[in-house]
């Protein structure tokens, strides 16, 4: 009964795979573009648990159901207990008998493996601490429509090792490209993840080394959610590696930068800087939707036809 396929990690599927399914997202996005009404997932419902609030999950989420026909049911955290008061698997029998997909943003990504080991259905990591495969779809997508194949490119990472740069580095394994992590001292990314990508992935503490020459410039908020109490200590650390438009101008000509937001303009990024020419953040955050339709699709078998 448990041969559901999942997205937890985009370790999980070949590398054909997620080229695939980022050209479709393309796709999808042109049909909506054109207003052609494609509902592969009527009457198909997916279920969004949310440990941790979200606005570009939720709505891409959600609004991207919709536009298939079909539709999402949100839980809040006061409303699903993760673990608290019902034992995960017992939450996952249950749910997955009446849903036919589950994406699930939370914190413990032991939650999402548990989850999904004892679900019929798909299940989706909306974000955990350790991963945010999703976005990567999302930016993948974009870097494809704006620059073609980011195979044998060069992209940097400037600031926090954190779930973000842990997607970015099985980005970096699956899609072909070299990955360079500017970031201090005690905040470098998780060394499994490290490891597995091997060469393809260099560490620095010079953000400016970094760009040199890079293809993709990105960067995350320098204080995740549930990190709150280490805020100043972390700003007076990472200022260093604010990413700023004279920062850019060291990566090459046709250079892209990109942010998963939210920003915190002054912080990790300066004023100006989703304005600059060379941000495609608002595309990047659009193709959310575009990506996870194109996964909902993949992942939740079309409607059944009626006799």
Same mark, same amino acid.
């Given at each position: ?5 999942? +997205? ?11 080229v695939g399914m980022i050209r479709r997202g393309i796709e999808l996005k042109d049909l909506r573009n054109r207003g052609v009404l494609f509902e592969p997932l009527r009457g198909r419902v997916l279920a969004m648990i949310f440990e941790k609030s979200s606005t ?16 999402? /049911? ?11 008061? @019902? ?6 029998? &249950?749910?997955?008998?009446? &849903? ?6 939370? =914190? ?5 493996? @548990? +989850? ?38 060069? &992209?940097?990472? /400037? ?9 970015? /580095? ?17 905040? @470098?990314?998780?060394?499994? +993840? ?7 992935? $260099?560490? $620095? ?13 990105? $960067?995350?908020?320098? $204080? ?5 109490? @280490? ?11 604010? &990413? ?12 892209? =930068? ?10 990790? /990024? ?8 060379r941000s495609v953040a608002w595309d990047q955050a659009e193709n959310r939707l575009h990506a996870q339709k194109a996964l909902l699709e993949f992942l939740v078998a079309p409607a059944y036809q009626p006799a």
């Amino acid at each position: 009964m448990m041969s559901a396929r999942h +997205f937890l990690s985009m370790m999980d599927y070949t590398p054909d795979e997620l080229v695939g399914m980022i050209r479709r997202g393309i796709e999808l996005k042109d049909l909506r573009n054109r207003g052609v009404l494609f509902e592969p997932l009527r009457g198909r419902v997916l279920a969004m648990i949310f440990e941790k609030s979200s606005t570009r999950t939720r709505v891409s989420f959600e609004a991207g159901m919709i536009q298939l026909g079909g539709q999402a /049911i949100f839980l809040s955290p006061r409303d699903t207990q993760l673990g608290r008061g @019902e034992p995960i698997a017992d939450g996952a029998r &249950v749910m997955s008998r009446m &849903v036919d997909a589950v994406m699930i943003r939370t =914190f413990a990504h032991s939650n999402l493996t @548990e +989850f999904a080991a004892n679900s019929r259905v798909p299940v989706i990591n909306g974000l955990s601490d350790d991963l945010h495969p999703c976005q990567l779809l999302a930016d993948m997508q974009t870097f494809l429509e704006h620059r073609g194949s980011i195979k044998g490119k060069t &992209v940097a990472w /400037i600031g926090d090792g954190n779930n973000m740069c842990n997607s970015y /580095i099985e980005a970096a394994i699956q899609f072909d490209f070299q990955l360079r992590v500017a970031c201090p001292e005690g905040y @470098e990314p998780n060394p499994q +993840f490290m490891a597995l990508a091997g060469d393809r992935v $260099t560490l $620095t503490r010079d953000p400016r080394e970094a760009v040199k020459g890079a293809h993709l410039i990105s $960067t995350d908020v320098w $204080t995740s959610m549930g990190q709150e109490e @280490e805020t100043a200590k972390r700003i007076a650390l990472f200022k260093p590696f604010q &990413v700023t438009r004279a920062l850019l101008d060291l990566a090459a000509d046709d250079a892209l =930068f990109m942010h998963c937001l939210p920003a915190h303009r002054g912080e990790e /990024i300066s004023e100006d800087l989703l304005d600059d020419v060379r941000s495609v953040a608002w595309d990047q955050a659009e193709n959310r939707l575009h990506a996870q339709k194109a996964l909902l699709e993949f992942l939740v078998a079309p409607a059944y036809q009626p006799a």
